[in-house]
């Protein structure tokens, strides 16, 4: 099972920026897809973005789709979300996640979790 340690978030003002990183250990990542999803208390997890490590093939939601980007460095085993033009809306506690196999944005499928990192953005 691989082992994954998302960055701390933070409080941000409508309009920035934040970037989220997460570290993978434990086992070899390199056929993985690694996810990010957000939670709201009281809804459903939601897929934020996802990248194939081998390839670097990238998938967003429509939500977030050219604001946000997701990027990996397989020196440091490490996985990016680089949030701009951040809104109200994306205050969540975001989850790195990693699966074997495909990509889906499906969270049920996720095999590791992160602990998760709150972002709040202010108006």
């Known amino acids: 099972q691989a082992q994954l340690v998302e960055s701390e978030g933070g409080l941000v003002q409508a309009g920035g920026s934040l970037r989220l990183s997460c570290v993978a250990s434990?086992?070899?990542?390199?056929?993985?897809?690694m996810g990010w999803f957000r939670q709201v208390r009281g809804k459903e997890r939601e897929f934020v973005a996802a990248?194939?490590?081998?390839?670097?093939?990238?998938y967003y939601a429509d939500s977030v789709k050219a604001r946000f980007t997701i990027s990996r460095d397989n020196a440091k085993n490490t996985v990016y979300l680089q949030m701009n033009s951040l809104k109200p809306e994306d205050t969540a506690v975001y989850y790195c996640?990693?699966?074997?196999?495909?990509?889906?944005?499906?969270?049920?499928?996720?095999?590791?979790w992160g602990k998760g990192t709150q972002v709040t953005i202010s108006s």
């Open positions: 990248i194939r490590w081998s390839g670097g093939g990238t």
């Open positions: 996640a990693t699966r074997r196999g495909g990509y889906s944005s499906d969270s049920a499928v996720y095999e590791g």
């Open positions: 434990g086992r070899s990542i390199r056929m993985d897809v």
